[in-house]
């Protein structure tokens, strides 16, 4: 995916809003994970697998935005069920 190269810099707004959407991101991912597999219901199983694709590709996009910026990359949260 690639993301036409800004001419400004990114506010520091744009900056604070994108690590609170990458934190909130992974920890989705860990929220997911654990619902995932404790989950009985396969109609519920399909939907939080759908929302974790999403944080994935959300969390994918927000990263390609820091490194085009060169803006290092926040440690998040990790799922220790991976």
């Keep these: 995916m690639h993301i036409p190269s800004s001419q400004t ?3 520091s ?3 604070a809003s994108l690590w609170s959407t990458y934190q909130s991101d ?3 991912l860990c929220v997911f994970e654990y619902f995932i597999t404790k989950n009985q219901d396969p109609d ?3 939907i939080l697998r759908l929302a974790q694709e999403k944080s994935e590709l ?3 996009f927000i990263s390609t ?3 085009e910026e060169r ?3 926040p440690v998040g949260f990790s799922t220790p069920f991976s």
Excluded: G, N, V
């Design 9 to 11: 810099d990114l506010t």
């Design 13 to 15: 707004a744009e900056m």
């Design 26 to 28: 992974t920890l989705a």
């Design 44 to 46: 519920t199983a399909a």
């Design 58 to 60: 959300h969390i994918e």
């Design 65 to 67: 935005i820091y490194k």
């Design 71 to 73: 803006i290092p990359i």
